[in-house]
């Protein structure tokens, strides 16, 4: 048999245990109603009933107050009782009623309390009666068109996850091609060509100069000079570089307290420091215009880059999304599998799921 063809046998099934079920329902109802009404009629008994004459008369008002209680509060409850499943809900509830009050109005009122009492157990029975009979007509509840609704779904689910995945891998691979288009423009390619060519020369241009000039903190400091161009040089070699016309000022300061060794370097810094220094101011300047121009690309670059961290960010959600429904798509299965073999002791046939 084809699955869904079993659900709608099943469904058939269903449907007739529901009818016995509402039969018997309707049965036990209408018995329960009857007790109920059995119940009304003693209660009514009993606040007609008048108090004996020879009775202590403190009693007298207990029982009196308690009698009110006892039947306005059963009364409240017994008539909440529309159908044998009320029986249910109400029968602990007259219980813990039971419980607390009618200890002096049995004293009393001993004939007519039990006779109420008497009713209230064959209600309790009767529900007893209804359960057996209602347990009797059963069928097990079976899943399985539910599961497939949410397999369906699931699928579906994961699709619209896999096309949105899809479409967001396009957009990253059409990023990515536009930075490869624009890393390979002559123009960016030149530009990032002079300006690597550029910092080299500026760095290997500031080591040759520190290189030189550095050779003259030990004497200087060893001056123990209270000049704040002094001082300044000898935290930092390039110091000379950004400012060689206060560092010449000093060297002319110091040049005969120099020994031969450091007269050289000292007339080498006098012979070249200034033209070096500017050299490299120009080539620091070339460099500004060039990282200027480099700017324009590098920022299109660098927000085509962002764009595709988001993208990969979407992804990678995506992807998460997916596993997931395919592990709850996993879960599904098994219970549906169990689902059937349900279905196939209610029916007595084999299954087929497609």
Known sequence: MKLKE???????????????R?????????????????????????EQKELPKKIDPQLARIVEVEKERYITALRNMVKKIENIEDVKKILPEISKFHVAHGRHLLLIFEKEVYEINALLKSL???????????????????????LLKELEDLKSHIKDEERSKENLMTQLKRLQEQIEELENKPEFKALKESEEKLKREISQKEIKIRSKVSK???????????????REFLENSAYAIHHPEEFLKLLDKIKDNLDKKYRKTAEWAKTNLV????????????????EEKLSTFIGEEEAKKREIEELKKKIQEKEE??????????????????????????????????
């Not at 359960?131 to 399985?144: R, Y």
């Not at 033209?275 to 060039?290: D, F, H, N, Y």
């Open 124 to 146: 309790s029975k009767e529900y007893s009666t209804y359960l057996e009979e209602i347990n009797k007509v059963g069928i097990e509840n079976v899943k399985a068109k539910e």
């Open 275 to 290: 033209k070096e220094s500017q050299e490299l101011a120009v080539m620091k300047e070339r460099l500004t215009k060039i």
């Open 22 to 46: 509402q039969k018997i329902a309707e049965k036990y109802t209408k018995t329960s109603k009857e007790i109920v009404s059995k119940i009304l009629k003693n209660l009514e008994k009993l």
């Open 6 to 20: 079993a659900l709608r046998e099943y469904e058939k099934i269903k449907e007739d245990v529901k009818k016995q």
């Open 321 to 354: 999304k997916i596993r997931s429904f395919k592990k709850q798509i996993h879960e599904l299965e098994e219970e549906l599998r169990k689902s059937i073999s349900k279905l196939e002791r209610i029916l007595g046939e084999k299954i087929e799921r497609s």
């Open 216 to 230: 003259l903190q030990k004497p200087i400091k060893r001056m123990r000079m209270p000049d704040a161009t002094a």
